[in-house]
C-alpha cells in the first residue's frame, strides 16, 4: 500500500501539537486540532497566532485549523490522513486515547506519538494489530518551527509504508532532517546530548577542584570541539536542572545493563544541591550562570562557582591556538587537553558503541546530533576530523577496549567513517554504502 498525507489530526494543543499544527497548515495541509476542552484548543491556537518566535510562516494557515475537543470531536479524525498524538507525557493517559480513537480513525491513517521518553513498545503493547502496523513515534524538538530534527521510530510491527509516508510529509511538507532511530530510550539525540552533559558534570569536576574555571570549561566545550557556544553549563541552564534531572531518572530505569551512562544518572552533590533549593538555570533566573542587575540598573553577568559554592563575576576567557584547534587539544597533554578527551572524547567514544543499538548507521547518528544538538559535527564526522587511526592508537596505549564502530573500522582496515567526499560511509558490517541525500 502506498499512503501519503495531506492532512493532519493533531491531539493536545501544548508546546509540541501547537508547533506541529501550524507547521503543517503552514504546507498546506488540512488540520484538525483537538484538546481536553474546546476552551483549550481555541487557547492553543491563541498561542499559535501570538508566541514569540511566531508559530506560523503565514498567519493566514490558521484559517486551514479546524478546532474541537477530545469528549465531543474525536470521531472527526476519520477524515485525516495523520493523526499525530501529543498530549502530556504519561503512559496510561497516551494509551486510554490510542485505544478511543483506533476505531474512530480510517484504514490507511497513519498514527503518531510524541514521546520524549516512553517506549512505543509499551504504548502499542496490547492495542489491535491495525494500530501497531500503523503507528511509529515523531520526536519533534522544541521548537517545531525552528529545530530542523525529527525523530522517526518504528515499532517492531509498523509497516514500512507508514515510515514511508510521514517521512516523506515531515521532510518534503514540513521542512524536517528526518533521522531513523530505534526504540530505545531517549533515542539518539537526547541519549547522546544527555550522557554528554549528565557525564560531563560528573568528569569536569576533578578539572574544577585543580583550578580550572568553569568559564574555562565552557569555552573548551564549545567552538574548540564543534559545539555551540553554551558549552557545557550554559547549555544545562538553557534546558533546566529540573529536566536534567527527570532525564537521568529516565536513564536510570530504562539504560541497558552494562551502559556507561548508567554511572552518570544522578547529579554530583553541587548540582543536586542546586536542585534541591530551585537553582535550575535561565527560566529561575539562574542556574550556573545569572545576569545580575543593580540597584542602579547596571547588568553584569554572574557564575556559581561550584568549588566556592558562591555568585562572583563572569572572567573572560583566554584559550591558547592549541587550545581552539580541534585536531590538537583532544591529544594534548595538559588540562585541558584532558578535560576536552574525557568528556567530548568520551562522548564521541559512547556514540561510537551505539551502532546497531540506536540506529542502524553512522549517518542518522550523526545527522542527529548536528540538526537537534547543533553540533558542527556528528560525532563520526568529528572522530573522522580527529583520525579514528590516532584516536585507535590512544585508546590502545591507555589499554581501553575499542568502541564497536572503531573496532568495525580497524577490522574493515578503513582510515574514515566516510570516504570519497562525504558520499560513502563505513556500514557496521565493514562495507561502504552511498549517504542518503540530506
Ligand atoms: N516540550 C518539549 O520540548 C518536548 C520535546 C519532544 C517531545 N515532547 C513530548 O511531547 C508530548 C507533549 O509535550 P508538550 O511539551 O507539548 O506538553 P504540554 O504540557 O505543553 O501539552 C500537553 C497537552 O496535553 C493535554 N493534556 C493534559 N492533560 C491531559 C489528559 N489527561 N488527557 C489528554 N490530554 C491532556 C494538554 O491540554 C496539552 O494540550 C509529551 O509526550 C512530551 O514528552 C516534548
Known amino acids: 500500500m502506498t499512503r501519503e498525507v495531506k492532512s493532519v489530526a493533531v491531539l493536545g494543543g501544548g508546546t509540541m501539537g501547537l508547533g506541529i499544527a501550524a507547521a503543517s497548515a503552514d504546507a498546506g495541509a488540512d488540520v484538525l486540532l483537538l484538546d481536553v476542552t474546546m476552551e483549550a484548543a481555541e487557547a492553543s491556537l491563541d498561542r499559535m497566532k501570538n508566541i ?145 552533559m549528565l557525564s560531563g558534570l560528573h568528569k569536569a569536576r576533578a578539572a574544577l577542584h585543580a583550578g580550572m574555571p568553569m568559564e574555562k570549561v565552557d569555552a573548551l566545550l564549545s567552538r574548540p ?110 588540562a585541558e587537553g584532558q578535560l576536552v578527551w574525557d568528556v567530548m572524547g568520551g562522548t564521541l567514544l559512547y556514540a561510537a558503541d551505539l551502532v546497531p543499538e540506536i540506529a542502524d548507521d553512522v549517518v542518522n547518528i550523526d545527522r542527529a546530533m548536528r540538526w537537534g544538538f547543533g553540533w558542527g559535527k556528528g560525532p563520526f564526522e568529528l572522530l573522522d576530523q580527529l583520525n579514528p587511526t590516532k584516536v585507535i592508537a590512544k585508546l590502545e596505549a591507555d589499554g581501553k577496549e575499542l568502541p564497536a564502530m572503531l573496532k568495525v573500522l580497524k577490522d574493515a582496515g578503513a582510515e574514515s567513517f566516510y570516504r570519497n567526499e562525504g558520499a560513502e560511509y563505513l556500514t557496521l558490517s565493514g562495507t561502504w554504502e552511498a549517504v542518503p541525500a540530506e
Open 225 to 334: 570541539v564543534g559545539l555551540p557556544p553554551t558549552g557545557l553549563y550554559g547549555l544545562i541552564d538553557l534546558i533546566g536542572l529540573d529536566i536534567m534531572d527527570l532525564v537521568g531518572k529516565n536513564l536510570e530505569v530504562n539504560l541497558p545493563a552494562g551502559d556507561v551512562g548508567l554511572g552518570f544518572t544522578k547529579f554530583p552533590p553541587e548540582e543536586q544541591a542546586m536542585l534541591e533549593r530551585g537553582q535550575l538555570g535561565r527560566k529561575a533566573k539562574g542556574g550556573f550562570y545569572r545576569l545580575n542587575i543593580a540597584e542602579d540598573g547596571t547588568k553584569s553577568k554572574e557564575i556559581f562557582d561550584l568549588t566556592s559554592q558562591s555568585w562572583r563575576p563572569q572572567e573572560a576567557v583566554e584559550l591558547t591556538a592549541e587550545q581552539q584547534n580541534t585536531e590538537t587539544v583532544f591529544f594534548a597533554d595538559h
Open 52 to 196: 514569540r518566535p511566531p508559530a506560523f510562516e503565514d498567519p493566514a494557515s490558521a484559517d486551514r485549523i479546524k478546532l474541537g475537543s477530545f469528549q465531543d470531536d474525536l470521531a472527526l479524525i476519520a477524515d485525516y490522513d495523520w493523526i499525530c498524538e501529543a498530549i502530556i507525557e504519561n503512559l496510561e493517559t497516551k494509551r486510554d486515547l490510542f485505544a478511543k480513537l483506533e476505531p474512530l480513525r480510517r484504514d490507511g491513517s497513519v498514527v503518531s506519538t510524541n514521546t520524549s521518553g516512553i517506549p512505543l513498545k509499551d504504548i502499542s503493547e496490547g492495542m489491535p494489530e491495525r494500530l501497531r502496523k500503523d503507528i511509529v513515534v515523531t520526536h519533534f524538538f522544541n521548537p517545531v518551527k525552528i529545530m530542523r530534527l525529527m525523530e522517526l521510530i518504528p515499532g517492531a510491527d509498523t509497516t514500512e509504508d507508514v515510515t514511508t509516508a510521514l517521512a516523506d510529509f515531515c521532510a518534503n511538507k514540513l521542512g524536517k532532517g528526518v533521522v531513523y532511530a530505534k526504540d530505545t530510550v531517549n533515542f539518539i539525540g537526547n541519549r547522546i546530548g544527555c550522557f554528554f
